[in-house]
């Protein structure tokens, strides 16, 4: 495909065509915001980020979110949905997600997806089948028993009830805990058994998956060195201001890795190294996690590089040409 190619979604028979949606999995840090810019400048794109992190306003720095200057004035969906004290759920993605879809369509302008979250892409692109209703007075015992026991009792709970579920859940993930385990005892059913029945899948477009996948080394030296970038751009200046500002620190979005190693820091006054040493092996973690996630997607063409690599780009464009034109016929 030549560099300066762009793809035009037919402008006929919109309706009824299948169209081609482009998806990015990678690790944090592997460099899917710059890889989908790129590709968004070549092939007349615009970017929906699909990461749990980035639907909160005020969490910027640590969730990675794209700068302005970094969008290249490249428009991004996605961000910036929620506020910290709101609950954000695959499901509101999936429907929110479906809004952006509907827009570009009309449009006539290729989606590319950042996939962080696997859930989350999962959850647009299989459905999600019908669940119980949230009951307030089960998840206020829930909420008490991980004040009283630990978030780790809820996961040992969670893996006896849905082991599925409680493999894909991380121990200090409070808020899908409690609603798997909600699920669980409102449904008498495994939430993964639910999840597995009466889906609607996407209609309407075909999956084109492209994975970064660097060299483990490569990758966490690059986690390494973006900690730091991110605190000397001030992450922990963002956090004492969410904090001052009155966000819950109870929400959702303190759970994120670093804003919660974070908090502790400035509330305790931890020693910040101990702070950067904590995030970079939760990062890490995060990452192998991700991965694992990952590779259980199907047809996906995995690269090497990092996204900002000339090299990546060009790999990606040349898998992408002939699926685009196939797509198009």
Request: charged share 25%; glycine share 8%.
């Amino acid at each position: 495909m030549p560099a300066d190619a762009s793809v035009l979604l037919p402008k006929t028979s919109v309706q009824q065509a299948t169209l081609p949606l482009l998806a990015i999995f990678g690790p944090t840090a592997s460099g899917k915001s710059s890889l989908a810019v790129a590709l968004a400048e070549k092939l007349g794109g615009e970017v929906i980020a699909c990461d749990s992190t980035q639907v909160y306003r005020g969490f910027d720095i640590g969730t990675a979110k794209p700068s302005a200057a970094e969008r290249h004035d490249i428009p991004h969906h996605m961000l910036d949905v929620v506020s910290a004290g709101e609950i954000f759920t695959a499901g509101e993605y999936r429907k929110r997600a479906l809004e952006v879809l509907e827009d570009l369509r009309r449009r006539h302008r290729l989606p590319i997806f950042t996939v962080g979250t696997g859930l989350y892409f999962r959850a647009l692109m299989e459905g999600l089948a019908d669940a119980p209703t949230r009951s307030d007075q089960l998840r206020a015992r829930l909420d008490a028993t991980v004040i009283k026991r630990g978030s780790a009792h809820l996961h040992k709970l969670l893996r006896r009830l849905d082991p599925a579920a409680a493999q894909r859940i991380s121990v200090n993930d409070r808020q899908k805990l409690v609603r798997a385990l909600e699920v669980c005892l409102l449904a008498g059913r495994p939430l993964t058994e639910l999840h597995e029945e009466g889906r609607r899948g996407l209609q309407g477009y075909v999956a084109l998956k492209i994975g970064l996948n660097p060299h483990r080394e490569a990758l966490y030296e690059r986690i390494e060195k973006r900690v730091h970038l991110m605190l000397d751009h001030g992450w922990s200046k963002e956090v004492a201001a969410l904090l001052a500002e009155g966000a819950p620190q109870n929400a959702k979005a303190f759970e994120f890795i670093g804003y919660r190693e974070l908090r502790t820091h400035l509330e305790r006054r931890e020693p910040l190294s101990n702070t950067v040493q904590a995030i970079g092996q939760a990062t890490r973690r995060y990452a192998k996690r991700q991965l694992t996630w990952f590779r259980s997607e199907s047809s996906v063409q995995w690269l090497e590089g990092f996204g900002d690599s000339p090299e990546t780009l060009s790999a990606a464009l040349d898998h992408l040409g002939p699926l685009l034109t196939q797509s198009q016929k």
